[in-house]
Nanobody
Framework: VQLVESGGGWVQAGGSLRLSCAAS????????MGWYRQAPGKERELVAA???????YYADSVKGRFTISRDNAKNTLYLQMNSLKPEDTAMYYC?????????????????????WGQGTQVTVSS
């Protein structure tokens, strides 16, 4: 499985960006996908996740501002980011897993994801 992110860039606080993650290769049996981010000097954190069953997870810091979605026909995962804040500045990574996902949940630990993209930088200026 190959994951390629796009859509990052520079935006002023309050602005919006939409990240995309195109999946290719042996994408059958992907059970969940997610977006992580890592700011300089900080640990990688899960921002949002989406399971095949439709379950979602959002970090408290992005609830109400970010929306994760998936277009199966295009094999693409999205992250719509609105009302961006300077603290959203980070490298954003797409991740996917074929591991079994408990119904009603999403994987939340980075070790549960087996496939990772190279990342796309998001910079929010104040």
């Amino acid at each position: 499985v190959q994951l390629v992110e796009s859509g990052g860039g520079w935006v002023q606080a309050g602005g919006s960006l939409r990240l995309s993650c195109a999946a290719s290769g042996n994408i059958f049996s992907i059970n969940a996908m997610g977006w992580y981010r890592q700011a300089p000097g900080k640990e990688r954190e899960l921002v949002a996740a989406l399971s095949n069953g439709g379950s979602t997870y959002y970090a408290d810091s992005v609830k109400g501002r970010f929306t994760i979605s998936r277009d199966n026909a295009k094999n693409t995962l999205y992250l719509q980011m609105n009302s961006l804040k300077p603290e959203d500045t980070a490298m954003y990574y797409c991740a996917a897993t074929k591991r079994t996902v408990v119904a009603g949940t999403t994987p939340k630990m980075s070790y549960e994801y087996d496939y990772w993209g190279q990342g796309t930088q998001v910079t929010v200026s104040s």
